[in-house]
Every structure is written in structure tokens, then in C-alpha cells.
């Protein structure tokens, strides 16, 4: 059973739309999650954390996390065709070890 | 910083032979971990170290597979007896510290593919 689960699995929006992403937890020993972006034949790129309940604003990326219902979700505003990639969203049990748990990925695609 | 360096970048192997894989995390980070994704699985945790010491292998195979990490410059992930369904990327990556709030870089990748 996947253990962080992504959806929606691949999101068009125009450009200079906003990009909503979600991830929810079926784990509860959850503590933190990150989110992550991979363009085609490179390896993943950090783009934020989040570990408190709440939002977190790191430019034009916005992350909410609700501890009480394990969701996540990540929303791009202003989206460029640059944004075009492989989101993922990655969960880590204890702050005290970088392990993470990957969800399977939502394919973004901006349209000019 | 050239960042985390994996080598080689694509390798095709025959079934049954052995591959090894290089990463060269970046230097000063203590912490290097190893994954596979594929289309099927995704994006799978292997194995880590914390300052060369293996820590979690829990999503090693547990034949065939192994990892080191003999000095603190690069870590190997050997494949013995290669089957088709090793085929995947395997990407590596490290981050300064061993929490839950250190980012974790990743180098591009070593495609292997098993024919």
C-alpha cells in the first residue's frame, strides 16, 4: 500500500494560471513532508518543506499542511512553461533522519 | 560545486552480469542516499549512510544488492546477477546533515538497463 499518495496524476492549467497540488498520508507517524520537482533526465530538486500546520510561502509556491487529516498540497501561482515537470511529494517520519517516503508524482504541464 | 556527481550516466548490461554504480555526493555533506525509480514503482528509497556508516537498508533487496560507502568522497550501489526488472534509474543524493530538515540533493541518475 502506497503510503503517500498524489493526486491529481497529471494537471494542465495555462499559463499564468495556478497549479494546485495535493498529497495526503495514510501514515500518521508522519511528521514533516517536502516537496520535490524533476524535469525530464535530471534528478528531483527540492522546492520547499513544511512541517508545521499552516501555510508556507517561498515565491510563487505556496505549501498548506493539516497535521489532522495528513494533506499536503502545494499551489503555484503565476505558472510558468519553465513549471512544466514531475512534482512530488515526500513525507519523513522523525526529524532526527532525512529518510523519505515518495509519493508516485503528478506530471504538471503549463500551456503557453 | 558541481553538485552530486553519479556515474555512468546510462549502462546497459546483459542478464546475469554484474553492474556497479558510482555517486560522488557533495563534499562536506554527511548523509548519502540511494534510490530507484521506475515507471511501475516510482520513485523507491534503497538504502542510506550517515557518515559512511550504513544506517537503513530497508529497501535493498535483500539479494543480489549492495551498497558502501568506503570513504566519505563516494558511496557504490552493486548489482550482482542483473535481471530485466533491475532496469531503472538509480539516482543518488546527499544532503548535510542526517535530518529531517536538510534538504537532499540528487544527482541526475544512472540509467541501467538490463537486456
Known amino acids: 500500500q502506497q503510503k503517500v499518495q498524489q493526486s491529481p496524476e497529471s494537471l494542465s492549467v495555462p499559463e499564468g494560471g495556478m497549479a494546485s497540488l495535493n498529497c495526503t498520508s495514510s501514515?500518521?507517524?508522519?511528521?514533516y513532508f517536502w516537496w520535490y520537482r524533476q524535469h525530464s533526465g535530471e534528478g528531483p530538486k527540492a522546492l520547499m518543506?513544511?512541517?508545521?500546520?499552516g501555510d508556507k510561502k517561498e515565491g510563487r509556491f505556496t505549501a498548506h499542511l493539516n497535521k489532522a487529516s495528513l494533506h499536503v498540497s502545494l499551489h503555484i501561482r503565476d505558472s510558468q512553461p519553465s513549471d512544466s515537470a514531475l512534482y512530488f511529494c515526500a513525507a519523513g517520519h522523525n526529524t532526527n533522519t532525512g529518510k523519505l517516503t515518495f509519493g508516485d508524482g503528478t506530471v504538471l504541464t503549463v500551456k503557453p | 560545486n558541481a553538485g552530486v556527481i553519479q556515474t555512468p550516466r546510462h549502462k546497459v548490461t546483459g542478464k546475469g552480469q554484474e553492474a556497479t554504480l558510482w555517486c560522488e555526493p557533495i563534499s562536506g555533506h554527511s548523509a548519502v542516499f540511494w534510490y530507484r525509480q521506475t515507471i511501475v514503482q516510482g520513485l523507491e528509497f534503497l538504502t542510506y549512510f550517515r557518515n559512511q556508516a550504513p544506517i537503513d537498508d530497508s529497501g535493498m533487496p535483500k539479494e543480489r544488492f549492495s551498497a558502501q560507502m568506503p570513504n566519505q568522497s563516494h558511496s557504490t550501489l552493486k548489482i550482482q546477477s542483473t535481471q530485466p526488472q533491475d532496469s531503472a534509474v538509480y539516482l543518488c543524493?546527499?544532503?548535510?546533515?542526517?535530518?529531517?530538515?536538510?534538504?537532499?540533493?540528487f544527482g541526475p541518475g544512472t540509467r541501467l538497463t538490463v537486456l
Open positions: 518543506s513544511i512541517f508545521s500546520d
Open positions: 543524493a546527499s544532503s548535510l546533515l542526517d535530518r529531517g530538515e536538510a534538504e537532499q540533493f
Open positions: 501514515d500518521r507517524n508522519f511528521q
